[in-house]
Nanobody, 125 residues
Framework: QVQLVESGGGLVQAGGSLRLSCVVS????????MGWFRQAPGKEREFVAR????????RYADSVKGRFTISRDNAKSTVYLQMNSLGPEDTADYYC??????????????????WGQGTQVTVSS
């Protein structure tokens, strides 16, 4: 079983920054991928960013490219999402997830096995 715990959400003004953290614990495999997704009120969950744990390869949704950065700290079993230049459109619950077998492209939430509880991000205009 794998557990993921997100933190770092909160209320921020437009143009501000936040850094989300996701601590991974439990049984994990050596090759896996971590993703961040978000779900705004009344909308479907959408892909934000992903990182291959071993290689550090990253991918981003077009809507966050150049503003968000995903990274990981192997020693702390933690993945981060640095979010800059936030706008009201970034308001959502943010979730981290782990894909233990590198299935699919990693852009779809069906590619992931375990999910955190989410952390809320609210950006005021």
């Amino acid at each position: 079983q794998v557990q993921l715990v997100e933190s770092g959400g909160g209320l921020v003004q437009a143009g501000g920054s936040l850094r989300l953290s996701c601590v991974v614990s439990g049984r994990t495999f050596s090759h896996y991928r971590m993703g961040w997704f978000r779900q705004a009120p009344g909308k479907e969950r959408e892909f934000v960013a992903r990182i291959n744990w071993n290689t550090g390869t990253t991918r981003y949704a077009d809507s966050v490219k150049g503003r968000f950065t995903i990274s990981r700290d192997n020693a702390k079993s933690t993945v981060y999402l640095q979010m800059n230049s936030l706008g009201p459109e970034d308001t959502a619950d943010y979730y981290c997830a782990v894909d233990q077998v590198l299935r699919g492209t990693g852009f779809d939430d069906n590619d992931y096995d375990y999910w955190g509880q989410g952390t809320q991000v609210t950006v005021s205009s």
